[in-house]
Nanobody, 118 residues
């Protein structure tokens, strides 16, 4: 009953910036945490950043200081501002949402490709 749609991916040179957006729709009342994951070629999906309703965020060590996660609750949208991009940031980026700990549901978007050239 929750749909997540990502946008904003593309091709960028190393050192450049992109901003990803994730719009949630459907039965979103119970959604608590939202976040971004990524999966590079031949790699496991890994957590990049998480944000809770109050706005606090956490980040993977590899992106600290470069990426910023934010949310606009009125627009049901989560953003990932990515600066100083590196080739190793190349991956499909997925939006994630859940209703933990009270619920047990987890939702995923279809992903958006980010490619960083050297």
């Amino acid at each position: 009953q929750v749909q997540l749609v990502e946008s904003g991916g593309g091709l960028v040179q190393a050192g450049g910036s992109l901003r990803l957006s994730c719009v949630a729709s459907g039965s979103i009342f119970g959604i608590n945490a939202m976040g971004w994951y990524r999966q590079g070629p031949g790699e496991q999906r890994e957590l990049v950043a998480t944000i809770f309703r109050r706005g606090s965020g956490s980040y993977a060590d590899s992106v600290k200081g470069r990426f910023t996660i934010s949310r606009d609750n009125a627009k049901n949208t989560v953003y990932l501002q990515m600066n100083s991009l590196k080739p190793e940031d190349t991956a499909v980026y997925y939006c994630n949402a859940n209703d933990f700990p009270l619920g047990k549901n987890e939702y995923w978007g279809q992903g958006t490709q980010v490619t960083v050239s050297s």
